[in-house]
């Protein structure tokens, strides 16, 4: 990538290393600008609703949003559920970065509205590519309108 990209990434991950594998394949890409790392599902909510300790947060609203599914406070699912019905925030893409396989939490992401579902690679290398290939498809190949 011939250009750093400032974008803001709300990367919900309650596993410090995988945040920071993430992290890092973010960066890898130049996607590194503002990425913002809450560690459960109530912060990730606080975040994009503005409220508790991002009360007074900037206006920028993040352009992708990678979300784990088990975390603790609010799982995955409440989170992609209260993103997916609010009109300030339906439009945000949503990935889901997980490393649960199970049929039934696919299944259910989806009738939620994910727009994308990864499983987690065991193998760092996988999951540095498969985590840089999400970045760059969400958040410079796709097109959303400006306004929303």
Partial sequence: MDQMQEVTILLAEDS?????????????????????????????LDYLLRAGTYANRASDEPKLILLDLKMPKVDGLEVLQTIKSLDATKHIPVVMLTSSAEEQDIVKSYQLGVNSYLVKPVEFDRFVEEVAKAGCYWTIMNKTPLMM
């Fill in 16 to 44: 410090p290393t995988d945040a920071e594998i993430t992290k890092r394949a973010l960066k890898k890409i130049g996607l590194t600008n503002k990425v913002i790392w809450v560690v459960n599902g109530q912060e990730a």
